[in-house]
């Protein structure tokens, strides 16, 4: 895979901190950025690929929604082993798409990959197995999650699956500084700054919206989805399986 630089984005102050996009300056050190950022990353990215040897069938096709650069399809790639069974990766940033392009093609695999530069929203989802929105729902409008949801139900086939990571919050204040606490100490010891993580913070602010644990339950349920449950948690972070 090619290298990727160290993320010093918001090492440096700013006399005023633009909102969060995943732009070209964000892609060259985006692995770097979220293997600091967010606590299990690694681990989800394995069991995102160890979901799919189970639940990818052949003939059917497998949907990574907001793939950036491509990390959850490389790891369902090199775990599937179906016959004709096609890995469908979309995201809107043309940074992400052009970078995940090459890492795709930097690993070679038997199942066939396909990479859409667009919204997620308007991708039509089809003879499905499987789906997977890791860190993906927090940066779509809160009015259009649940019809995103819905249409991701509506084109799994029975037993398929969507896995959901997210940043949570929790409705309790007390609980929420806490974890919010736990996880600013994770970034300073993997070598953020109090400035890099303050101004992070800020560049987040009007850009993720995080629901609780309880909405996207209630989500998923409502969408039709037969068995919800967290699977991993660290601090405000947490993933979820949903089996249709």
Known sequence: MPNTD????????????K?????????EVFPDMISRSVPGYNTIIDTIGRLSQQFAKKDTFIYDLGCSLGAA??????KISVPNC???????????????KMHIN???GDTKVEIIEGNIQDIIIENASMA???FTLQFIDKADRQSLINNIAQG?????????????????????EQLIALHHDFKRANGYSELEVAQKRTALENVMRTDSVEQHITRLKAAGFSHVSPWFQCFN???FIAIK
């Open 106 to 108: 930097a690993f070679k």
């Open 6 to 17: 160290t993320d010093l984005i918001y090492s440096s102050p700013k006399a005023q901190v």
């Open 156 to 176: 799994l086939n029975p037993g398929g699956l969507l896995i959901i990571s997210e940043k949570v919050s929790h409705g309790d204040l007390c609980i929420d």
């Open 19 to 27: 909102d969060f996009t995943f732009d070209a300056q964000v892609v």
């Open 237 to 239: 972070f947490i993933s």
């Open 86 to 100: 096609k890995i469908i990766a979309v995201d809107n940033s043309t940074a992400m798409v052009e970078r995940c």
């Open 73 to 78: 399809t490389l790891a369902m790639r090199k």
């Open 132 to 134: 997977v929105l890791n």
